[in-house]
């Protein structure tokens, strides 16, 4: 089975500065046609998960530009540029090429 | 505007049933596939299982932990999917979720299911 390593497991910030994920596979994510189905979801506390990135670098509708998602193969990341408020909470990254399907162990930004 | 509900969640003791249903409105439910996720208290994500739409086959994929145990099905007229989850274990308490797509684009707010004695 896929196991998705995220680090960091804990990133403090101060509003207003940049933020990093990243999300390492232990195999390709890459489907035979050529997508790579990995996803990245932000949860706040008591509140169900939001997806806001599909397919590596796609951005769900209303997610701001300030989230970026690239990378490929097994080795991938998501960037917020000047994290706000609304942005606190648990990051999680997920891969639907192989089955089962899996989550990382998602990451917690919090304020310095 | 889509809109996704789960139900029916609570207190069962271990060795016992429980079905789940999910309620869905706002899109075309029979093409879409649909998923189900579950997060136990203060701990991350868990992939649960996953129900393909009518143009994939309704073909039906579930995590190591709960294949045996649990089903899921749907009903395309009433626009609603299942999680039938059998002789559920302590570890399986948790918040369940269900969402729209097999990639989660939507997520309901989730059902708590308590497993004690």
């Known amino acids: 089975d896929i196991v998705l390593t995220q680090s960091p497991l804990s990133l403090p910030v101060t509003l207003g500065q940049s933020a990093s994920f990243s999300c390492n596979s232990t195999?390709?994510?890459?489907?035979?046609?050529?997508?790579?189905?990995l996803a990245w979801f932000h949860q706040r506390p008591g509140q169900s998960p939001r997806r806001l990135i599909y397919?590596?670098?796609h951005r769900d509708s209303g997610v701001p530009d300030r989230f970026r998602g690239s990378g490929s193969d097994t080795d991938f990341s998501m960037e917020i540029i000047g994290v706000e408020a609304d942005d606190l909470g648990t990051y999680y990254c997920?891969?639907?090429?192989?089955?089962?399907?899996?989550f990382g162990q998602g990451t917690k930004l919090e304020l310095k | 505007d889509v809109q996704v509900a789960e139900s029916g969640g609570g207190l069962v003791q271990p060795g016992r049933s429980l079905r789940l249903s999910c309620t869905t409105s706002?899109?075309?439910?029979?093409?879409?596939?649909m998923s189900w996720a579950r997060q136990a208290p203060g701990k991350g994500l868990d992939w649960v299982g996953f129900?393909?739409?009518?143009?994939?086959?309704?073909?039906?994929h579930y995590a190591a932990s709960v294949r045996g145990r649990f089903f899921i099905s749907r009903d395309d007229a009433k626009s609603i999917v299942y999680l039938q989850m059998n002789s559920l274990q302590i570890e399986d308490t948790g918040v369940y979720y269900c969402?729209?797509?097999?990639?989660?684009?939507?997520w309901g707010q989730g059902t708590m299911v308590t497993v004690s004695s």
């Open positions: 969402a729209q797509g097999g990639a989660f684009d939507r």
């Open positions: 129900t393909r739409g009518k143009p994939y086959g309704g073909t039906i």
């Open positions: 397919m590596v670098s």
């Open positions: 195999q390709s994510l890459v489907l035979n046609g050529g997508n790579t189905y």
């Open positions: 706002g899109f075309n439910f029979a093409d879409y596939d």
């Open positions: 997920m891969q639907g090429t192989h089955w089962p399907y899996s």
